[in-house]
């Protein structure tokens, strides 16, 4: 994804979205990653197009406010900060596909995990 291309924008609670990114950067890769400025939620930049068709429940896909210079390192949405910054290996926005299966991995590891 090229630093000023628009971005769609997946947000979910931030422990799910924790676990996530370390299925993803152990598996699939993963791309930048957001987190608000209260830490209650993190945000993947994911391909444009992707809000049209997200339904994952627990989670929200909206498009961004359109391009963002992703390269000078300010993120694409107000008031969020980069868990995940877009440099080097993490420049290209997460899978939508690879995002999901990571985020249903990271609901049952999070469920199996409280039942202890």
Do not use: K, N
């Amino acid at each position: 994804m090229p630093p000023d291309e628009p971005c769609d924008l997946v947000t979910v609670p931030a422990r799910q979205g924790l676990e996530a990114v370390d299925i993803l950067r152990l598996r699939d890769g993963v791309g930048p990653v957001l987190h608000d400025d209260a830490g209650a939620t993190l945000g993947f930049l994911v391909p444009p197009g992707t809000a049209a068709a997200w339904d994952l429940p627990g989670s929200a896909c909206t498009q961004t406010s359109g391009p963002a210079d992703r390269s000078a390192g300010e993120p694409p949405v107000a008031g969020a900060g980069w868990v995940v910054p877009p440099d080097g290996t993490y420049e290209t926005a997460t899978d939508a596909s690879r995002l999901r299966a990571a985020l249903g991995e990271a609901a049952r590891t999070i469920e199996a995990l409280d039942r202890w």
